[in-house]
């Protein structure tokens, strides 16, 4: 862990603003700029073009609640407990709490999901920023506890506009002609989890619900430039955690009849609309702060929280696994950053960094203390861009969700399956797509890596709550 560097020195009349968005359970390869050769993600692209996109960015965990915690506290989420996910479902308190072994769970109900969510020891950065005097705004999916100390107008962000849950309703009206819907995976089976705008997926205005006819990923965007024009007077940070491409996948067939003569796979064409309108509301943001002359003193921030689910049509290309495991394809995303003036144009930056960095960096940027967190994972990459530092920024990652962990050192992966024995060693530059185990013929590195594993994961609490999926 690092210790807490002192805040830089920036006047306040200068302090940058921050816009971090979020995709929810986004591909490696879904985006132009790392690949894709289904659709053109032009403004998304750009925030790369404009400063650095990185080859080897990594979120915390695959899955949405656990990466997101990582994230939004600079910090292993594990170290708080936070290994699994908060909820699933629009109404999880309806669902039987089982423990590992199968059996019922002590607390059940409302009695045991009120109580998951980042714990009041942890600093997430709307908290930081707010008392630094920043104002602070999050908007999309929340996802990181809805008892009354997990809410964000209670932990740090002075405007909201989420869903607590994992996921929500795009259109109401599901018999719409101009919308195009589509069940793709098992997810999309369950019920009360995607396709349903109530629960824990009704949209909240700081705590108080309202009802959204709009299509949500359009009104949400809405609610980002809002957000940005009220505040362009004041520094601001903004959290603008998406509602896509997770399912239910659900996008206007203007986005979809563009790509009829391309892509003739009904639900790839789908998913690839769904990003189409994704990059447009990025661009939306992205224009908003230009037309409001802020975009040369504003870091923006693109990353998403896991890989894309193998059911579903999204690309993890060119690397293996996907959300729920450790294999690349599920840990590995696409990530961008951009800052005009500070962050050279064009870069690409192929040593690894983590979502963990996030919070450290924009930090240190906007000169906003970090001394009343526990002590952060992430580092700042700002002296890593800037030709200050030669090193990497990390040394060795790890992760652990359920029955999947991993470690990476350099180009070595260590892939784990604790419960059923598994143990891989992989050299991600002569193999990203992790099929060639190398344990037999390098078992110091195999041995090493297994051993650093091991102190990290005896360093760490038991975790705080258990699903069973």
């Not at 603003?17 to 289904?38: E, F, K, Q, T």
């Not at 003193?297 to 993890?316: E, Y």
């Not at 700002?382 to 090193?391: H, I, K, R, S, V």
């Amino acid at each position: 862990m690092n210790a807490h560097p002192p805040a830089q020195a920036v006047p306040r009349s200068g302090r940058p603003n921050v816009v971090i968005i979020l995709a929810d359970d986004m591909g490696y390869g879904d985006l132009s700029a790392y690949g894709s050769r289904l659709v053109e993600t032009v403004h998304i692209d750009s925030i790369g073009r404009e400063g650095v996109r990185f080859t080897d960015g990594y979120c915390t965990a695959p899955l949405c609640s656990p990466s997101r915690a990582g994230l939004i506290t600079g910090r292993y989420q594990q170290r708080f407990g936070f290994e699994q996910q908060v909820s699933s479902g629009a109404f999880p308190e309806r669902r039987p709490v089982r423990t590992e072994d199968g059996g019922l769970a002590p607390l059940q109900g409302d009695a045991e999901f009120l109580r998951r969510g980042v714990p009041l020891s942890e600093k997430n950065f709307g908290e930081l920023f707010q008392a630094a005097g920043y104002r602070t705004g999050v908007i999309g999916k929340w996802h990181l506890g809805h008892g009354p100390q997990f809410l964000p107008h209670n932990r740090g962000f002075d405007h909201s506009v989420v869903f607590y849950g994992n996921t929500s309703l795009q259109a109401t009206n599901q018999d719409d002609p101009e919308m195009f819907s589509l069940k793709v995976d098992v997810h999309d089976e369950y019920p009360d989890v995607a396709w349903t705008r109530e629960g824990l997926n009704q949209i909240r205005r700081n705590g108080e619900i309202v009802e959204v006819k709009d299509y949500l990923l359009h009104f949400f965007r809405d609610e980002a430039l809002d957000f940005i024009d009220r505040n362009r007077d004041q520094p601001f940070l903004l959290y603008f955690p998406m509602n896509s491409p997770v399912p239910p996948l659900q996008v206007p067939r203007k986005y979809f009849e563009r790509l009829r003569d391309s892509i003739p796979v009904i639900s790839v064409r789908g998913y690839n609309a769904l990003l189409l309108a994704q990059d447009e509301a990025v661009g939306a943001v992205l224009e908003k702060l230009r037309s409001t002359g802020l975009d040369d003193n504003t870091i923006v921030i693109f990353v998403s929280d896991n890989g894309s689910a193998t059911t579903r049509p999204g690309s993890n290309a060119p690397f293996s696994g996907g959300k729920f495991n450790t294999l690349e394809g599920g840990i590995r995303m696409p990530f961008m950053m951009k800052w005009s003036g500070r962050i050279q144009p064009g870069q690409v930056f192929s040593k690894m960094v983590s979502t963990l960095d996030i919070l450290p960096t924009v930090a240190a940027a906007c000169g906003v203390s970090t001394q009343a967190a526990q002590a952060l994972d992430g580092v700042d990459l700002l002296p890593y861009l800037n030709d200050q530092n030669a090193g990497a920024p990390h040394e060795i990652l790890y992760w652990k969700l359920d029955g999947h962990s991993a470690v990476r050192a350099g180009k070595w992966k260590l892939y784990l399956e604790p419960r059923n024995q598994v143990a891989r060693l992989f050299d991600l530059e002569q193999d990203p797509g992790e099929t060639v185990d190398l344990a037999g013929s390098h078992p110091g590195i195999f041995e090493e890596l297994k051993a650093r594993y091991a102190e990290w994961d005896a360093s760490l609490p038991p975790r705080a709550w258990t699903n069973i999926f």
